[in-house]
C-alpha cells in the first residue's frame, strides 16, 4: 500500500489550496479516507475523512473552509482548503483505514509521507 500526498506550499492567508492523496494497492470502494495535519509542536490532529460511502465529516476548525472528496476509479481524494489562516500550517498526511478507526478516535492502518502546508499571515 502507497499513499502519495501533492499539492502543498506556501499560500498567504485567505488563500486556497487543493491537496491530492494518490493511492495504490488499497481500494476507495472499501476504505475510510482521511486528512491529518500535524503543527510544530502539536500532535497531530484529525482534519477530516471520508467514509467509502462519501459520508463526510470535519473538524470544528475547518468546517465550512476546507472540502473533502474522492474520486474512486482513480483511487485519488482530495481535500480543498480556502480562506486559509496561519493555524492552518502544518504537514498534512493522507490516511487510509479498512476497518475506518479514524471515526471512532483510532489510528489509521495506512499512512502516507505527508506534504508541507504553510499560510502566511
Known sequence: VQ???SGGGLVQA???LRLSCAASGISFNFYVMAWYRQAPGNQRELVAYITS???TNY???VKGRFTISKHNAQNTM???MNSLKPEDTG???C?????GRMVDA???QYWGQGTQVTVSS
Open 95 to 99: 490516511a487510509a483505514d479498512l476497518r
Open 59 to 61: 473538524a470544528d476548525s
Open 78 to 80: 482530495y481535500l480543498q
Open 106 to 108: 483510532g489510528t489509521p
Open 14 to 16: 485567505g488563500g486556497s
Open 3 to 5: 499513499l502519495v500526498e
Open 91 to 93: 504537514v498534512y498526511y
Open 53 to 55: 460511502g462519501g459520508s
